[in-house]
């Protein structure tokens, strides 16, 4: 493919050889700082130069194939999980006035319906019928960093959901709301947080989202909640629930 | 072949999940997890980081697959270019003074050999094993500890004891000779 000159260093001319040896040395990691910058910016702006780095990391696979496999703990999932839930992003909010595009969240945590059947059936190994109409359930709603900030049981006898909070939330003024969102559905508020547990009533309507592979998750509102019927700001935590 | 509908498998889940399928994503972590955490944990030793930075690789993983193109690259080859920048560019951060990894990573990532995902094309393999035994040592050594370790050209030379500007030409040279091996 190349026509090879007798130079041991082959026929591209030594302008090329710089760049596809800048691009080989991005793949090895070999620089550090700024050329390590330098060298990402121009894969995005260059793509002939991001075809150089494919073509090395392809020419340097196989070596992966010498490192061993370390099975990761089950909690890195989970975490991932949150997080594709709630964009790491959120976790900047108390700089940021107004959440960008909870739009974005909403896609993703109608994508994770999906997902909580996934984890359910592969990690938790637990029944994935739906629960039985009376059955309690709990979920732990973790931030997009992976903490836990409140753990919320699902009681049909009662027709509650009781919220307790364990984690520090910065709320900053705004007001907690909890949502549910049934597999493949809209969220559906259920009423606003405080520091203290909350018991709050759970609906007919909550009760029958709650059936199947629900999703609990809490965005911050407006001082009294959102008034739109729908979540417009921030999640800051999310979980599934799962039966007690 | 095995390892041919293997490849497909992860690059069709890869593709899935560029279109926005979660579930995917899940199938995609159990085929490639432990690899990838082997790989991070050789780079960056410590485990509760490694198991971070896995964590931001598979988040990262969720935003670009959109951008994965099976003609460009292999699935496995695309994954493991992310888990490598992601867990270099914690260690510089970190640690910019550290020039090794420490040897419990070593130790723990070449514990278990290759059983989760060998998705590397075997002739692709032996091709590179012959190139690089064309190198001398202290270079074939070299190359191998910057891709598997992170190691940089000054982190090198300290371990090779030469001078900075020694170990860059001899790095450099090597990896124009390897290039004319590999394309032959």
């Not at chain 1, 260059?46 to 194939?65: K, M, V, Y």
């Not at chain 1, 703990?73 to 992003?89: H, Q, Y």
């Not at chain 1, 049909?156 to 520090?168: E, F, K, Y």
Request: charged share 20%; hydrophobic share 40%.
């Amino acid at each position: 493919m190349t026509d090879q000159g007798p130079d041991i260093s082959g026929s591209k001319g030594p302008g090329e050889d710089e760049v596809d040896l800048a691009a080989a040395e991005y793949v090895l990691g070999l620089t550090e700082g700024d050329a390590r910058s330098i060298a990402r910016e121009r894969a995005s702006a260059d793509p002939a130069f991001a075809a150089r780095i494919d073509a090395w990391e392809q020419r340097f696979s196989p070596l992966t194939g010498d490192v061993g496999e370390v099975t990761p703990p089950d909690t890195v999932w989970e975490r991932i999980a949150g997080s594709i839930i709630a964009p790491s992003n959120v976790v900047a909010l108390p700089n940021r006035p107004r959440w960008m595009n909870s739009l974005t969240v909403w896609r993703a945590t109608a994508a994770l319906s999906t997902l909580a059947a996934a984890c359910l059936a592969i990690v938790l190994i637990l029944p994935t019928k739906p629960s039985a109409p009376h059955a309690q359930q709990i979920a732990t709603l973790t931030a997009p960093d992976g903490r836990p900030l409140y753990v919320a049981t699902l009681d049909p006898a009662q027709n509650a959901v009781t919220v307790i909070p364990v984690g520090q939330v910065a709320a900053s003024g705004r007001s907690p709301e909890l949502w549910i969102i049934p597999a493949g559905g809209r969220p559906r508020p259920i009423g606003l947080l405080r520091v203290v547990s909350a018991k709050l009533p759970a609906t007919a309507a909550v009760l029958s989202d709650s059936r199947v592979r629900a999703i609990l998750a809490v965005s911050l509102e407006p001082r009294g909640g959102s008034t739109t019927g729908a979540p417009t700001g921030p999640v800051i935590a999310a979980g599934t629930l799962r039966p007690l | 072949m095995e390892l041919e509908r293997r490849r497909q498998a992860l690059s069709d889940a890869l593709q899935r999940v560029g279109q926005g399928d979660a579930a995917a994503l899940k199938d995609v972590y159990d085929r490639t997890s432990a690899k990838l955490f082997g790989v991070c944990l050789r780079i960056l030793g410590e485990p509760s980081e490694s198991e971070d930075v896995l964590q931001e690789v598979y988040v990262t993983v969720w935003r670009r697959a959109g951008g994965f193109d099976p003609a460009r690259a292999s699935p496995i080859t695309w994954l493991a270019a992310i888990a490598r920048n992601r867990s270099i560019d914690r260690a510089r951060a970190a640690h910019p003074e550290r020039y090794r990894p420490i040897e419990q990573g070593l130790a723990v990532a070449d514990a278990a050999p290759s059983a989760q995902v060998n998705l590397e094309n075997e002739e692709d393999r032996q091709r590179l094993a012959h190139c690089l035994g064309g190198l001398d040592e202290p270079q074939q050594s070299a190359i191998k500890s910057a891709f598997l370790d992170g190691c940089t050209y000054e982190a090198l030379a300290r371990e090779a004891g030469v001078p900075l500007g020694t170990m860059k030409s001899w790095i450099r040279r090597a990896l124009l000779k390897l290039r004319v091996c590999l394309e032959r």
